[in-house]
């Protein structure tokens, strides 16, 4: 990618150190880091190499891994707030380099990739390729359902990674990282070569037929955590569409796109 963040984002960024400088701090002498086995640690030096990255701390590494249903049966933190910090950092470092990438190009421009750049479908596979799936720490319930596969399980475990590696060496850190896993599919997305998820497709052709976005709703939720089933109503241009079924709250938008389709032809 090769861009490195500009003092055009100078307090933001100055704000941000802070927090990084104080939350490390704080995280470094917390409870909820947990010692690592040895065993454990080689299998994590192994993805750092394939990384490209290096930690000093190889307990939030690890901690980025740890799914809730892990946690509860562990008693270890999970990596729900990794992924909060690491969901803000990618999305600056990605904003950034389509700044500079996308020169003049207009704001709705910049939006639609960076939308299916940190999209969970992009996020899913950008883990697979560097085999997060095979260092997630799943409860025994989860792991029986699936879950090393669940696309939202590993992006979230990705964003996740991006956190860890920014709270553990810094922001420069994390952007490195970032360029180096995303790169290619951030470019591939600019192309126009990239698998266009339902909800983008939906988003994309309500503009172009209403001049406006689409609305989404839960209507209903059901079934255990690990298998939820997500209904969802959506209006475009001030018209309802029937509620769509789907196991995660992007795949409704398939029928939905389907459905506006059909419409006022």
Known sequence: MGHRLVPAFGDGLKALRGQWRLTRRTVGASAELRPVTSARRAELRSLQRRMGVRFRDERLMNMSFCHRSYTAEAGAASNERLEFLGD???????????????????????????????????????ARQIAVDRYLLLGRGEERSGGRGKNALLADALEALIGACYLDSGLHAAERFVEQVFAEEIEDVIAGRHRQDYKTLLQ???????????????????GPDHDRVFSMDVVVDGRPYEPCAGRARSRPSSASRDRLLGARR
């Open 204 to 222: 994309e052709l309500s503009q172009k037929r209403f001049r406006a976005f689409p609305k989404y709703r839960v209507a209903e939720r059901r």
């Open 88 to 126: 803000a950092v990618l999305g600056l470092v990605v904003s950034q380099w389509l700044y500079r990438r996308l020169d003049g190009r207009p704001e709705g421009d910049l939006a639609r990739v960076k939308s299916v750049v940190v999209s969970e479908e992009s996020l899913a596979r950008i």
